[in-house]
């Protein structure tokens, strides 16, 4: 069911909608990303910025999340994993683990693993930090209890980069929409995707798959999951 949240002084409404994942190789549906929608013709991604300006960011997450639990039992049974993406504060809240608990609980009952994905719009707290050492707890404790970690949108904003790669230890690496349908002009992030899959235990997914060359193109660098209006649209369940 949708979710209210207060959004410039009046309750929005939000309801959530599903876009594929897929294992090219195995040609099968694996997992799918939550992503949040409202009614109105306003844009979402300045909805969510106001959301976290507001300090609502948490309230927000708690909707989402409840939503997602009251529903999962309609996901496709190929799901491997469903993903969502948390805002960095409440990544860095002493209150994530116990917050996505009850989704995870729910997702497990499907055999489904909870992956929570780290966006490229908001900064890294210093590594030193009160808040840099609880979202390496929070990451760590998550893994411990069966869920995933992905950095979202790699090579855009503030997921550039191998180090915070090492530093993060992430499970899955969703590789921004830019840089697949644009490769040469991302040659230097294409070349960090070798190194990290040449080096590290790691799962990449090609996002923004729109066509049969982004395909051709991401297979032939190794990556096998994809994500794209090519394979499917968000919608709901």
Known sequence: MPFT???????????TVFQPIFDLEENKLVAVEALSRVSSEENIESILRQVSL??????FTLGLLQEIASICKELPGSIEYLSV???????CSRYLCDDLEGLRRELFKHDIRLMVELTESQPYPFQQSSEGKTLLR????????GGLVAIDDY??????GEAIVSHLMPDVLKIDREVVQK????????????????????????EGIENVKD???????GIRLCQGFYLGRPASL
């Open 5 to 15: 949240v207060d959004v410039k002084g009046r309750n929005t409404q939000f309801f």
């Open 54 to 59: 507001e300090g609502n960011s948490r309230k």
């Open 85 to 91: 993406n948390i805002a960095m504060e409440h990544m």
């Open 138 to 145: 929070n990451i760590k404790e998550l893994q411990q209890k």
């Open 155 to 160: 090579g855009k904003g503030f997921n550039v």
């Open 183 to 206: 490769p040469n002009e991302h040659k230097e992030v294409w070349s960090s995707v070798k190194s990290l899959l040449n080096g590290c235990k790691i799962k990449v997914v090609a």
């Open 215 to 221: 395909i051709d193109f991401v297979m032939n660098e």
